[in-house]
């Protein structure tokens, strides 16, 4: 079943996924009515409609931010606050220009100004177009609540605490929204800061001591954290992962106790996607091959050495999720919301902010300056198998962009996919080139329905 449906009259076709949400004319749209001869919003990546899109995503954020505004009871959110820290409180109006310092991708932060100088942030899922049912988002805050609950009470790494959660459509939640109540912690994002040489070894050396603290919490399953109160793991909840049944109820993926079961799964999901037509829409024949190789012949070899204990990793690991103070010391980590535990070399391959962008999705494999002397600290502190999976990490950072990717450009995939094929040595003899690749699978796959129906829809 489709996570969301079009929203043309009449169309019987499933919506693409992120694509197909438009925050401009606030529809879900499917792979036909998402052609410019249909869908005619001004597009960010051409030069000619650059200026117009932008103001009409301006508005469209001001609209967001108004409805927003009417749904939560500051006075019960100010209540709320002083009830469970006993301390006066004032929370500043929200206002689009004020609101924008404190609005991420997916959540707004409005700020619990206490008076004796501390401040909560109250953490509110955004609510669009672009939105998971309200289902999935409740399970999303209950799982980051659970995961700063199980890094704040097991481990030394600095993370918000937790003060209070709430679901959206909970009878107690007096707020009218989902919320999480938590620290607000001082610091600049680290993606934002310029490193010399030191500050660099200085921050590698931080994150290394995070990388062991969470090595030495392992759990049996991989999943999400799914409960503050029990810390047990729950299904897969990144977004590409979820689906509906008949009665619109949520289909999640796992937990899984095996790193093959957690892998095939999940490719399997994508091939559905792909042949639903709400994922990898310009290039799904190119999708629909790479996801069918690497099923049968790549998850089986890179999978046969991650048995047994599973780790916490976080997801979005892009570097604005680390907070640096002036002397680069790490004094926040934070948006875990999509946090789940997965194989050693999974959990511990490097943070994407180490790659050099340029080099990995042209598909060379090296490793960057960062990445070898991030693999060398860890090595220094003892810690070989960390060592090795950042020196070995390519294949999880490939496996991740190369099932469910689904990336806006579609002319990387190639680049991706060979980079993966290298990385794991498969097959054998290589192939030289995607387009070498490509028509032998075409062949070997001649005879797949899924593969006809593709050809035939195109």
Known sequence: MTLFKCDVDGCLFPSVRRRGSCTLCERHLCKNHLKPDFHRCPDSLVTEEEEEYFERSRAATIKEI?????????????DRAMTIRQVPCIIPEIEYD?????????????????????????????????????????????????????????????????HDYALCDSPSNAIGVGYILIDKLDGVPLSDRVLGEDDRKHVLNQLADIFISLKQHPFSEIGCLSSPESLSIGPILEECAIDTDQEGHLRLLGPFNSALEYRKSSIKHQIQLILRGES????????????????????????????????????????????VDNAFNIVGVIDWEWAQTTTLSEAFSAP??????????????KLSREESEFASILAQKGQDSLASAVTQGRIAHRLAHCVGGDTDDPDSLPDLFMGLLKATCVPDPPFDSWDQWRESMLSRYGDDDGLKLLIECS
Request: charged share 20%; net charge neutral; hydrophobic share 40%.
């Open 352 to 365: 994407l902010y180490l790659l050099d962008v340029g080099e990995y999705y042209g598909g060379s494999n």
């Open 98 to 162: 004020s609101a924008k310092s404190m609005m991420g991708g997916m959540n707004y932060h409005i700020p619990i100004n206490f008076v004796d100088g501390v401040t909560w942030l109250c953490r509110i899922r955004r609510h669009n177009v672009t939105s998971t049912p309200l289902a999935h988002q409740n399970l999303l805050i209950e799982s980051e609540a659970a995961t700063y609950h199980f890094l704040s009470s097991r481990t030394s790494i600095p993370v918000p605490k937790v």
């Open 66 to 78: 108004n409805a927003l505004i009417s749904r939560v009871n500051v006075d019960a959110l100010r």
């Open 280 to 323: 990898y829409t310009r290039n799904a024949i190119d999708a629909y091959l790479v996801h069918r190789f690497i099923l049968d012949n790549i998850i089986d070899i890179i999978t046969k050495d991650d048995q047994g204990k599973f780790f916490l990793k976080h997801m979005d690991d892009k570097g604005d999720h680390i907070l």
